[in-house]
């Protein structure tokens, strides 16, 4: 008999929560085949089985929340796939027994799990589906490779039929039904996530121990839009890629944070740590919340692999499949609220950093050009800063650098 723990995640993680199991009690397990998704503060793990064998119990409900080190279930290792079926009856039979053939002869309800097991969907609607109550083998999706999304757990939900129901099901279902409340008003409950209960948490813990400031400027993107226009298709087939913005701004934050160190920092008691690394971290927004993926050593990448880095960890976050180590050490952060639209926005700092670039959607705007007054694409940027280490002519200096040389590509390739 072998016991299946949490296994260790994180420096700075100790419990997640069961996402979905992936084997049932009975089920027929190999060495190193993942039996549970576990949804962690920052990603999904899925966790394997040490030992090849049967299940034969779970200590833990989806939904219940685990601690690393804890059992969660339990195989016995003395069975094979074919053990279970009694050899004096058909020992040739049993013999040439297949773990799909075992699947096959499971009872109704197991053999309705093992098929449910093996429902493809992302992380997200497997949520979306449980705190509705809904069976994701009853979901119907358009994806072409049968991927269940969280379009699709709508759509199934306000169909005229019934979602069906399991036990584990019901309760979240109940939590998340319209109540009246405020007058007689319908409203609806729903469970925050195990991230954005972190998120939540976090971004107060960062407002409540920083001294946070936010200094502005504005950038006339002319000249990097015409030669991002000049260059990209031949960018393009060079390296496979997409020139876009981001890896300007990136090298034109590195160019700053070598000018002004105390931005590329973090207080750690009474010391202040300076780093000597540029790793910086690129928002990325998902379903289930915004993550911010490090791009490693951008100092000494070029723009064709910083566009893709940055590419790579945004794939990898929307398909959920970013490690732990994606997420951990960054020494400065980017956010583009951009692309969604917005003009201006606050952007808030991330973790134990000091500093955070937000930039923002592009706008034609009317600006003076000496004694005319001309149309140009222009960005309003915002820098954030923690006040008890950065002080206000440092922070406007190193906004003021990114916006020259954004204004100056050319001059990226000296400073940068």
């Known amino acids: 008999m072998a ?20 084997k049932q009690p009975g089920d027929y397990v190999e060495k190193g085949e ?8 920052k990603v999904n793990v899925e966790v ?29 290792t003395s069975g094979s796939p074919s ?24 009872p109704a309800q197991p053999k309705e799990e093992a098929a449910g097991s093996r429902t493809i969907a992302s992380p997200a609607a497997r949520k979306h589906a449980r705190e509705k109550g809904i069976d994701l083998n009853a979901v119907k999706t358009a994806d072409p490779l049968g991927r269940v999304r969280v379009q699709d757990i709508d759509a199934h939900q306000n169909a005229p039929a019934a979602p069906r129901k399991s036990p584990q099901q019901a309760a979240p279902q109940k939590a998340a039904a319209p109540k009246a409340q405020d007058g007689g008003k319908p409203v609806e409950r729903e469970r925050m996530s195990r991230r954005r209960q972190t998120i939540a948490k976090r971004l107060v813990e960062v407002q409540q121990t920083a001294a946070m400031l936010t200094t502005f400027n504005e950038i006339d993107m002319t000249n990097i839009m015409d030669l991002r226009k000049r260059k990209k298709d031949k960018f393009f087939d060079d390296h496979d890629v997409r020139l876009g913005f981001m890896s300007f701004f990136t090298k034109a934050v590195v160019a700053a944070l070598k000018k002004y ?4 920092a973090e207080i750690d008691g009474d010391e202040v740590v300076l780093k000597k690394f540029y790793d910086i971290g690129v928002a990325v927004s998902t379903e289930e919340g915004l993550v911010v993926p490090v791009v490693r050593d951008c100092d000494r990448k070029n723009f064709a692999e910083i566009e893709g880095s940055i590419m790579d960890m945004a794939v990898k976050a929307r398909d959920n499949k970013l490690a732990l180590a994606d997420l951990q050490g960054g020494s400065f952060t980017i956010t583009n609220g951009g692309v969604f639209g917005s003009l201006l926005s606050t952007p808030i700092l991330n973790g134990s950093q000091v500093g955070i670039l937000g930039m923002h959607t592009i706008q034609r705007r009317p600006i ?16 954030s800063y923690d006040h008890r280490i950065i002080d206000g002519k440092e922070a406007v200096g190193f906004l003021k650098m990114v916006k020259e040389l954004i204004e100056n590509p050319e001059d990226l390739l000296l400073e940068g």
């Open 34 to 41: 993942y039996i549970v998704e576990l949804e962690t503060d």
């Open 83 to 106: 053990a279970s079926a009694p050899k004096e009856e058909a020992p040739v039979q049993a013999e040439a027994k297949s773990k799909e053939d075992i699947v096959k002869e499971e």
């Open 3 to 22: 016991e299946i723990r949490v296994p260790e995640l994180a420096e700075s993680i100790t419990e997640g929560t069961i996402a979905q199991w992936l």
């Open 368 to 383: 003076a050009v000496g004694d005319a007054v001309e149309i140009r694409p222009m960005m309003y940027v915002a820098l």
């Open 261 to 264: 160190p105390y931005v590329n």
């Open 48 to 76: 394997i089985s040490e030992e090849a064998g049967t299940i034969t119990e779970l200590q833990a409900a989806e939904g219940d929340t685990v601690e690393v080190g804890q059992v969660i279930a339990v195989v016995e």
